[in-house]
């Protein structure tokens, strides 16, 4: 069992330099330029930017599953105690993320209460195992690891925060375990909307308030790769060409950090991110269809949300995910309280586009908690 009390001292603790390999690609750094080091390495050099307290570490569940997990603390803070009475706000990733992706919003967020942020199951350092080919099952598997996780790192309530497949999963938890959520926050969540149903050729779509961007290239580079193969495999195939791969599709990544980095860290740490054995991105996949959409759709349940939760809804002004899925949740919702916030000038990566704004909002919302 992981001691649940937080260091005081150290910059970085990592409590496991011995890294279990997952799966069997031993073989494959002669064509593919990866390894779960390499990407250890690439992390470190993003998370030595956070200036406050953090605590780095494997949790190891019950089944042996391990999930790569960091706490931060405020240094600063005058009594250690006062800040560990917060209900601590956990942040979970989207699809083909990790950790490092908040490194813009660790160290604000962390100022008054602590923060967790965790590699989910089958993404970024944590253990890759296999998933199901049900949905509903690889639903569950990422599901059921985050309580697991929250068992063992020993909290009793938090403010559970998640982006884009992360919020899908994130309100999954909620109506799972709602007694364990003190407030939700949801941020450009995937999988909410029910697929459309085709439009005859001619028709205008309705009640569009604002004409939203189509997905950038590399959602529809993943998209057409999604229903044959494993949606990275790409990266994976492209062998010793995988890094210019994601620059050449995510430029915008390096430009989302570039104040922090002027060379390809962020790219790089997203390539050994994705470029290790498939596995949360099987689960993924046995949760879509066709261009991405959710085979279980996320607004057929956010009904069986309590009533009492409160819900925020963080959507890019200039996101392609659509916020009026967001106006559909607290339409469902009638009056239970449902917010809806559009950030300006913010695409679906909300909290690297404007982080400063996004800080600022979810921070407003931690207060409202305690």
């Given at each position: 069992m992981l001691a649940t009390n937080l260091p005081v001292s150290t910059k970085m603790q990592d409590e496991s330099d011995l890294e279990l390999n997952s799966g069997n690609w031993?073989?494959?750094?002669?064509?593919?330029?990866?390894?779960?080091?390499?990407?250890?390495?690439?992390?470190?050099?993003?998370l030595a930017c956070i200036q406050n307290e953090v605590w780095s570490r494997f949790v190891t569940l019950p089944n042996q599953n391990r999930i790569w997990t960091l706490t931060v603390t405020n240094r600063a803070a005058r009594r250690p105690s006062d800040q560990a009475s917060q209900t601590p706000l956990v942040m979970v990733h989207g699809f083909g993320g990790g950790v490092g992706l908040w490194i813009r919003n660790l160290d604000s967020l962390s100022r008054s209460r602590p923060v967790y942020a965790f590699d989910l199951l089958g993404f970024g350092r944590s253990s890759r195992p296999s998933f199901p080919s049900d949905a509903s099952l690889a639903e569950e598997q990422f599901v059921s690891s985050i309580e697991q996780w929250r068992q063992t790192v020993?909290?009793?309530?938090?403010?559970?925060?998640?982006?884009?497949?992360?919020?899908?999963?994130?309100?999954?938890?909620?109506?799972?375990?709602?007694?364990?959520?003190?407030?939700?926050?949801l941020v450009d969540p995937w999988g909410f909307p029910e697929r459309p149903k085709p439009q005859p050729e001619g028709s205008s779509s309705q009640g569009s308030e604002v004409k939203r961007p189509g997905p950038p290239r590399w959602v529809k580079a993943v998209a057409s790769v999604v229903s044959l193969f494993n949606p990275l495999a790409i990266i994976r195939a492209a062998g010793p060409w995988g890094p210019g791969l994601v620059n050449r599709f995510r430029p915008d990544f390096k430009s989302k950090f570039e104040d922090l980095f002027d060379d390809n860290t962020m790219t790089e740490y997203l390539y050994h991110c994705n470029a290790q054995t498939p596995s949360g991105e099987v689960g993924f996949r046995a949760m879509t269809e066709s261009l991405g959409w959710a085979k279980r759709p996320m607004v057929q349940r956010v009904n069986l949300l309590p009533p009492s939760l409160p819900v925020s809804m963080l959507y890019g002004a200039r996101s392609w995910v659509d916020s009026s899925s967001g106006k559909h949740v607290a339409q469902i919702r009638g009056q239970s309280p449902t917010r809806v916030v559009l950030i300006d000038d913010a695409s679906h990566h909300v909290y690297a586009d404007q982080p400063e704004e996004f800080n600022r909002v979810v921070e407003n919302i931690c207060n409202t908690v305690d």
């Open positions: 031993s073989w494959w750094p002669s064509w593919r330029p990866t390894s779960m080091s390499l990407l250890k390495s690439a992390e470190a050099k993003i020993g909290l009793e309530r938090m403010i559970l925060l998640g982006h884009s497949l992360g919020g899908f999963l994130a309100t999954s938890y909620s109506i799972q375990y709602p007694e364990r959520v003190s407030h939700l926050i």
